[in-house]
């Protein structure tokens, strides 16, 4: 049943992601997205057969991103920034109706099991996307305090992204083996426990 839970969730929460993303970005002059069919919440639009079973495999996936047209934003950079943002901040937005729910709605126990995860997976990907590294929204927001003198830098750097994203990951990995520490891990749960606080203080 847990399987269930969490492809349900995954369902739910990568669609509202990539879907603002898509929003966003036609709102902001852009309609790649839109032609693309991506401004849908309908999961076949936005899921990855490769990286949903990676979810599975190993505890890392992603969903298919969302194309846009750089050159069709006004100010790229920063519309960039809010284009990426648009995801987290959907998956905190879920999260939060979510609590409302679960702190005033009584309901069936499979129900509960189903939101929950929901709420849970939404935490998660809000927090994990707000590392600053590509092709992860954190590193469209890092574009905003980069001085343009580092543009050359700075699109390396996202170029590199991926390769970052391994590294960091096997990293963890290998830390984890040695001492049973681990950075993601660590930030994950404490901001999760934090995020939880917050939206139950605000709801």
């Known amino acids: 049943m847990q399987y269930i839970y969490l492809l349900i969730a995954l369902a739910v929460c990568i669609s509202v992601h990539e879907a603002a993303h898509a929003w966003v970005a036609y ?10 069919g991506r401004v849908s919440l ?5 899921l990855d057969i490769v990286g949903t079973l990676m979810i599975f495999i190993a505890h890392f996936g992603w969903g298919k991103p969302v194309p846009f047209n750089y050159y069709n934003l ?16 959907s998956n905190l937005i879920t999260a939060f109706l ?7 709605v ?8 189903i939101i929950r995860a929901i709420y849970s997976l939404s935490i998660v990907l809000f927090l994990f996307n ?5 092709p992860l929204d954190g590193s469209k927001l890092l574009g905003l305090v980069i001085p343009h003198s580092k543009e050359d830098w ?10 970052y994203i391994i590294l960091l990951i096997v990293f963890d990995r290998l830390i984890a083996g040695v001492t049973g520490f ?10 999760y426990e934090l995020t939880t606080i917050g939206l139950m203080l605000a709801t």
Do not use: C
């Open 74 to 89: 006004k100010h790229p950079r920063r519309d960039s920034a809010l284009i990426a943002i648009a995801g987290p901040t």
């Open 98 to 104: 979510i609590a409302i729910l679960i702190k005033y």
């Open 130 to 134: 707000l590392i600053p590294i590509a």
């Open 154 to 163: 700075y699109q390396k750097f996202l170029a590199q992204g991926p390769l």
């Open 182 to 191: 681990t950075i993601l891990g660590t930030y994950l749960q404490w901001g």
């Open 27 to 36: 709102k902001l002059g852009d309609p790649t997205a839109k032609i693309a």
């Open 42 to 46: 309908n999961p076949m639009r936005h």
């Open 106 to 113: 009584s309901m069936p126990v499979f129900a509960f099991e």
